[in-house]
């Protein structure tokens, strides 16, 4: 079964940039689309953005827009997300997640398989 695993979260002031990384083990990787979701204290999961297999088609939350870029590597089993001009209402635990290539989504509801999860804190 294929797994999921999110590194790169950490504790960043507001206008910084962090890169998160999602690794992905035990199938094969090129089969799914791939997102990033996010989750506040208190709050449900949101959408963040999502991946084609391929690389090829890129979808956001319109607040990400402009500041986060997700990417892949499908030769490194590997999903990204950067993320620029941080703010602190981006503070969450954010998780990769995968479905099988049949189509972008954005609902928790359409994915699989989901990573553990990384936390982001943006200090003001």
């Known amino acids: 079964q294929v797994q999921f695993v999110e590194s790169g979260g950490g504790l960043v002031q507001a206008g910084g940039s962090l890169r998160l990384s999602c690794a992905a083990s035990?199938?094969?990787?090129?089969?799914?689309?791939m997102g990033w979701f996010r989750q506040a204290p208190g709050k449900e999961r949101e959408f963040v953005a999502t991946?084609?297999?391929?690389?090829?088609?890129?979808y956001y939350a319109s607040s990400m827009k402009g500041r986060f870029t997700i990417s892949r590597d499908n030769a490194k089993n590997m999903v990204y997300l950067q993320m620029n001009s941080l703010k602190p209402e981006d503070t969450a635990v954010y998780y990769c997640a995968a479905r099988p290539n049949y189509g972008l989504a954005i609902d928790t509801d359409d994915y699989n398989y989901w990573g553990q999860g990384t936390q982001v804190t943006v200090s003001s």
């Open positions: 991946i084609s297999w391929s690389g090829k088609t890129t």
């Open positions: 035990g199938g094969t990787f090129s089969n799914y689309n």
